[in-house]
């Protein structure tokens, strides 16, 4: 899969209040719950084949495949819709064959045991994205942070084999692992979230539970909150600003609605405001 790191210098976190408390610890928390590609995740669990419903479609192809079967100088004599006249002689039949093609079926499945021991990091390519707003920000209660693509956290390194990419959406992949495609699936979503933006970084998580990525001072660029931010979370991020060494660099911007195009902008607010 090739690695795309595209023209935006930044991408956006999504996060509740507890985002903070990682942020004051120099820490960005990684997620180790995949529930979000799922169903896909599990796909060999509901691909087509298992159960025992059979749709008349299948049925219609499984008569289709008998008649195919009968000597050409009986066909030239007997219409398929005439043959389908023994249908209640013929449906026990066609449905045990219609069951055991589906046994021999090839399902691909995602290698889950990788997905278990890894951990990732949703960025966003937009601080007004209204996924990240309404949904990984808690109902826009929580905060969005704006880290530099080229953050030493986000880049591979001895020791660290971070993976950074865009999301692709829609598009054909490989199931099976290689070099340049070690976690399949996790870089894939459906066509109708394009406009989301996405990216994932993508860790080998460890042992515990709390998986971070440790960034330096420079890598967060902006923090913004929202019309719904409560009071004492948007006062702690200013404090933060201005008292901790490695925030004093850092903008502070709000996200308020426009109903008029109904969008979501943001502008910047004054540190002591």
Not at 122 to 144: K, M, P, Q, V
Not at 151 to 175: K, S
Not at 186 to 207: C, H, T, Y
Not at 223 to 234: A, K, R
Request: with cysteine; charged share 25%.
């Amino acid at each position: 899969m090739a690695r795309n790191l595209q023209s935006s210098p930044l991408l956006y976190l999504y996060g509740s209040a507890q985002l903070i408390a990682a942020l004051k610890r120099g820490r960005l928390p990684l997620q180790r719950d995949w529930a979000f590609v799922e169903p896909f995740l599990s796909l060999h669990r509901w691909s087509a084949g298992v159960g025992d419903h059979i749709s008349e479609s299948e049925l219609q192809t499984g008569f289709r495949r008998e008649y195919e079967k009968l000597p050409d100088n009986i066909r030239m004599w007997l219409s398929f819709d005439d043959f389908l006249a023994q249908r209640d002689r013929l449906e026990v039949q066609v449905r045990s064959e219609v069951l055991a093609s589906r046994q021999h079926r090839q399902v691909d499945a995602y290698p889950a045991k990788r997905f278990e021991k890894s951990a990732c990091l949703r960025l966003f390519d937009s601080a007004t994205c209204y996924y990240g707003w309404s949904i990984l920000a808690e109902h826009f209660t929580g905060i969005a942070v704006a880290i530099r693509k080229q953050a030493t956290c986000l880049q591979p390194m001895p020791g660290a084999p971070v993976i950074l990419d865009p999301v692709q959406y829609g598009t054909a992949h490989e199931f099976h692992p290689s070099e340049d495609n070690p976690l399949p699936g996790a870089f894939f979503d459906v066509e109708e979230n394009r406009l989301q933006g996405e990216w994932r970084a993508i860790v080998p998580a460890r042992d515990s539970d709390s998986v971070m990525l440790k960034f330096k001072r420079n890598d967060i660029q902006r923090i913004y909150v929202s019309v719904l931010t409560p009071y004492e979370i948007v006062s702690e991020i200013k404090q933060l600003i201005q008292q901790d060494l490695n925030f004093r660099h850092v903008d502070l911007f709000r996200v308020s609605p426009d109903a008029v195009y109904w969008r979501l902008t943001a502008d910047r607010i004054e540190i002591d405001s």
